[in-house]
């Protein structure tokens, strides 16, 4: 199957954004205590993942303008295949410092792409 770098960088968007809300106002006591959420966001930083190193196969140029696109992607994989050794205080700074930048550029790139 062939993959639309948009379409995949729009995945990514959504996965943010989901994140987002699934945590909103948790704190790291609430998130280890709800292992819904924890298994809820682990997926959709999986999605994020998966979705930029799809563009980084289609046109790893487009994934310019995006900080650590590299790093994101290897987190993906420790979320896939570390799962044991993933740290939930580290997952939660991730998504308060990380996050949304990483979903205002993804959003500039689809503007960009119009």
């Not at 106002?25 to 709800?34: C, F, H």
């Not at 682990?42 to 980084?56: H, Q, Y």
């Not at 570390?82 to 205002?104: A, F, N, Q």
Request: charged fraction near 30%; proline fraction near 3%; hydrophobic fraction near 40%.
């Amino acid at each position: 199957m062939r993959h639309d770098a948009d379409i995949c960088i729009q995945d990514a968007i959504h996965a943010c954004e989901l994140i987002l809300e699934f945590t909103a106002g948790y704190s790291l006591q609430q998130y280890q205590a709800d292992p819904r959420t924890k298994a809820a966001v682990e997926r959709e930083f999986e999605i994020i993942g998966e979705a930029l190193n799809r563009v980084s196969k289609i046109d790893s140029r487009k994934l310019e303008p995006i900080t650590d696109w590299q790093q994101i992607i290897q987190f993906r994989n420790v979320i896939a295949h570390g799962y044991d050794i993933v740290e939930d205080r580290l997952v939660l700074e991730s998504i308060r410092e990380d996050l949304p930048t990483l979903l205002s550029e993804l959003r500039t790139l689809i503007d960009r792409n119009g």
